[in-house]
């Protein structure tokens, strides 16, 4: 299932977009890269005319980029073609660290600009933030658990996340766990389970 599938990739893709205190600060310039989790392919970023990054591949990432503090019209084509797949404006801020997230929702590419600058986790844990890419999907809950934990007894580490809306990052311990997505206040309506 589609569905399934982009939802696989998104949650491996997931440690990609952490970016706890994000890239170095180049005194004055902000940092950009590209992670790719849409089904197009490998991509090209450009900020206006300029290319700074070449054949991210799906459900990949690109190095930070320094770039100038300042608004760019920010581009993705496929990778090599000079058509532009997409496009919109996105300011870059001084000292901070972005993503450009592509994604694929309803057949069409899109994306999401995200801030990477967050404060490093206490010892013995990670931050987790969770982007809800699929339209289709509707709202959702995420599970994030030690593996034999039951459903019925776990509660939402994420819950009622919006189509095409980013959750705050959340504290979880280090180490291994299970992921299980539901639909929104719906135990029963597992969408992914993934150890």
């Not at 919109?88 to 660290?97: F, H, I, Q």
């Not at 034999?148 to 939402?156: P, V």
Request: charged share 20%; net charge negative; aromatic share 4%.
């Amino acid at each position: 299932m589609r569905l399934i599938h982009w939802m696989a990739a998104a949650l491996a893709i997931v440690p990609l977009l952490q970016g706890c205190g994000g890239a170095e600060d180049d005194g004055g310039d902000g940092a950009l890269r590209l992670v790719n989790a849409s089904t197009s392919g490998a991509l090209d970023l450009y900020a206006s005319d300029s290319q700074l990054a070449s054949g991210v591949e799906a459900d990949g990432a690109g190095s930070y980029v320094s770039l100038g503090a300042g608004t760019y019209t920010l581009k993705l084509k496929r990778d090599g073609s000079s058509t532009t797949s997409s496009s919109s404006d996105r300011t870059v801020l001084e000292g901070t660290a972005h993503t450009l997230l592509a994604y694929t929702t309803s057949d069409t590419l899109k994306t999401i600009f995200l801030t990477d600058n967050e404060d490093a986790p206490s010892a013995g844990t990670a931050k987790l933030r969770v982007f809800n890419a699929s339209t289709e999907a509707g709202t959702l809950d995420v599970y994030v658990t030690d593996a034999g934990a039951t459903l019925a007894d776990s509660s939402a580490t994420v819950s009622s996340l919006a189509a095409e809306r980013t959750s705050a990052y959340n504290e979880i311990s280090a180490g291994s766990h299970r992921i299980r997505v539901t639909g929104s206040g719906d135990k029963a309506d597992l969408r992914l389970d993934l150890g």
